[in-house]
């Protein structure tokens, strides 16, 4: 679909959703059951109560890392494309017209363009008809005085043209390259320079009306933080945590410097401290399965694509207040809209269903990058989210080499697949080999990946496979 097609496919959307409305309306005693069919009559969104605040919020979320920009896909793939606001407009205009009130965007999103867009296209709107979530997302040292953080935050609210925020994150707590300075690097940005006790002071004037975290990285700051909840020295709202059906369990044993949702959840739930989700596909990983996944899941309900498992399974859990997606296109926007129009949560079955699954892709072994682009730019050219991505898409596609099946036809196949598929999708310039081990990148990753190792993985992976020789 091209700008032209999307805009005039959106306006069409917005034009007809008086008419859906009123057809869910007359057929409101049916069975909603969630089905992705073409002629499936949205109904209403599925809300949830924030008890602190007593906002209404939709249960779907709207992230806005992922705008569209004028040159096609996103900031990621074209980073000196300007953001499409009119395709933006258009996105948020049917979000809102079908119960999405929450946008979550931040500093650090789309080349520092994303609350400017967000701002944009949602003054378009009262503004009681929308929460606003951003954060501070104040990363590099030449940020973490007083005047610079409370500067970002002011620019914030001008940038989203607003004189509040409703939902005010400190932005991936727990950062840090190693574990030993993670708590010096959170002093650092939150405590030395008393930015968190003026947001507090914000938050009594009401120009913050939630105040919360997202969590990244070391638990010891995570527990620190709900220590401080326990006892009164700072309350939080909300706090944003990454939970899908392979972190559920898994998130550890991926990477040690992970920590399993079951056990964030529960850290909140029992406090009654409302979660926000992230990456509740992965990074999309989620959503691109290998084949014996998929077909374990259609024949389950062929009525859920990959996606909407994963979506259920992220706002079943109650304490769930919103589940964030960053949505590019308006098909993947339509599709989320209908998984929770309304949610039809997991029952106990589907649950240890998606639990088992989890465990299956865990096997895999693949790379757990979720494409958040913190790592980027390398000083050295490489695109570090797109290598990650074609070889966990190799994974998932069955093109990856098994070295032990050297001389099978199977292996000939895949090589020839993996090196050709590699050299379309990774420029040459932009591919593992030239990964130097810098360790740049690694303070920045939220997931802990070793970036050099992996890097050293697939280099010597692709060295071996142009090395061996094949006969016909």
């Known amino acids: 679909m091209n700008r032209r097609e999307f805009i005039k496919h959106s306006a069409a959307a917005i034009a007809a959703t008086s008419v859906v409305l009123t057809a869910c309306k007359k057929s409101a005693g049916a069975d909603s059951s969630n089905v992705l069919s073409s002629d499936r009559k949205v109904a209403k969104m599925t809300q949830r109560l924030n008890p602190n605040s007593g906002d209404k919020v939709s249960l779907l979320g709207y992230g806005m890392m992922r705008l569209p920009v004028e040159a096609g896909g996103t900031a990621r793939e074209n980073p000196d494309s300007p953001i499409d606001q009119e395709a933006v407009n258009a996105l948020v205009d049917y979000a809102i017209a079908h119960g999405v009130n929450y946008f979550d965007t931040s500093p650090a999103y789309c080349q520092g363009m994303s609350e400017t867009s967000t701002g944009i296209a949602l003054a378009r709107h009262p503004r009681k008809s929308y929460y606003i979530a951003t954060k501070l997302s104040n990363f590099s040292p030449d940020t973490w005085s007083f ?57 009594q004037k009401g120009r913050i009306r939630n105040l919360g975290f997202s969590y990244h990285g070391d638990i010891k700051i995570f527990d620190m933080l709900l220590k401080w909840h326990d006892e009164g020295r700072y309350h939080w709202d909300f706090v944003q945590i990454e939970l899908n059906y392979l972190d559920w369990k898994y998130a550890d044993e991926i990477n040690p410097r992970n920590t399993d949702a079951i056990y964030l959840y529960e850290q909140l739930h029992k406090r009654g401290i409302p979660a926000v989700i992230m990456e509740p596909l992965l990074g999309g990983r989620l959503a691109h399965q290998p084949d014996n996944i998929v077909r374990q899941m259609q024949r389950r309900n062929p009525d859920y694509t990959p996606a909407a498992w994963a979506f259920r399974f992220a706002g079943t859990p109650e304490d769930v207040l919103c589940v964030l997606s960053g949505m590019t296109y308006m098909e993947h926007l339509q599709e989320n809209v209908i998984t929770y129009s309304p949610l039809k949560p997991l029952n106990d079955d589907e649950w240890d269903f998606l639990l088992r699954l989890a465990h299956d892709i865990y096997e895999l072994k693949a790379i757990p990058c979720t494409a958040c682009n913190y790592c980027m730019p390398c000083p050295y050219g490489l695109n570090i989210p797109q290598i990650f991505s074609y070889y966990n898409g190799a994974i998932a596609d069955g093109i990856l080499p098994d070295m032990d099946a050297q001389g099978t036809k199977e292996f000939v196949r895949q090589r020839r697949a993996f090196l050709v598929g590699y050299d379309r999708k990774v420029p040459a310039l932009r591919q593992a080999e030239h990964c130097i081990g810098c360790d740049h990148c690694i303070p920045h990753c939220p997931q802990r990946i070793n970036i050099p190792q992996e890097m050293q993985h697939i280099e010597q992976l692709v060295d071996m496979l142009k090395q061996t020789v094949v006969r016909s």
């Open 147 to 203: 005047e610079e953080s409370a500067a970002m935050f002011e620019r914030s609210l001008q940038y989203l043209k607003t004189d509040y925020i409703d939902y005010l994150l400190l932005h991936a707590i727990g950062g840090g390259s190693r574990e030993k300075d993670s708590l010096e690097t959170f002093n650092a940005r939150y405590m030395d320079n008393g930015i968190l006790d003026w947001l507090v002071k914000q938050k």
